[in-house]
């Protein structure tokens, strides 16, 4: 049997909700001094830009911005198989002093967080690192909560949460699929 996508989020959702994490952001952190937006690749990297667009938009000015391949700092890595992927990870500078806030699609078990937070040490000690997340579906198994949520989810165990993005995707919404022969908790 096969899962049952629902829409969450469609287009104008999404918007709506990068907008205010923005917001957050910028307020969080009493504007925008210091501030260094790292998508996790893939989607976070995508939501981060669209963070930094409404940023550009409401404080006429250009945060920059990084990218975080977290592969080779899983802990899972040996099941990923003999050769993974690996993309890039490129950050805009020097990290000492900065607010680093990661930004990812999907918050679930916390361990791609850990893997994050593990490869920016090796980049350098930021003043302060927040997560901004669009999606936060519960089902932590390390003690990791993001600063920032677009939306909270509860999704029963064998479900997915899948978030579209116009530039992978060529849809922009966020879907949520029911686990086989399962409903929604």
Do not use: C, W
Not at 29 to 36: A, E, S, V
Not at 56 to 66: A, H, I, N, T, Y
Not at 110 to 137: C, K, Q, S, W, Y
Not at 168 to 176: C, F, I, K, M, Y
């Amino acid at each position: 049997m096969s899962q049952t996508p629902t829409v969450v989020l469609n287009a104008r959702a999404v918007a709506r909700t990068i907008s205010r994490m923005a917001d957050e952001i910028i307020e969080l952190n009493d504007g925008t001094d210091h501030l260094i937006l790292v998508g996790i690749q893939r989607r976070g990297v995508q939501i981060a830009d669209r963070l930094a667009e409404v940023i550009r938009e409401r404080e006429q000015v250009d945060v920059p911005r990084g990218a975080l391949d977290i592969t080779l700092y899983r802990d899972d890595l040996q099941t990923v198989g003999p050769r993974p992927v690996v993309g890039k990870t490129h950050l805009p500078g020097a990290l000492e002093g900065k607010i680093v806030v990661i930004v990812d699609d999907v918050l679930y078990t916390g361990r791609t967080i850990r893997a994050a937070l593990d490869e920016l040490a090796d980049f350098g000690r930021p003043a302060r690192i927040m997560l901004a997340v669009l999606i936060d579906r519960g089902g932590r198994e390390l003690p990791i909560h993001a600063d920032v949520v677009g939306k909270k989810l509860e999704v029963a165990k064998g479900g997915r949460v899948d978030v579209l993005v116009p530039a992978l995707d060529q849809r922009d919404e966020v879907v949520l699929l029911d686990p086989p022969g399962g409903g929604s908790a």
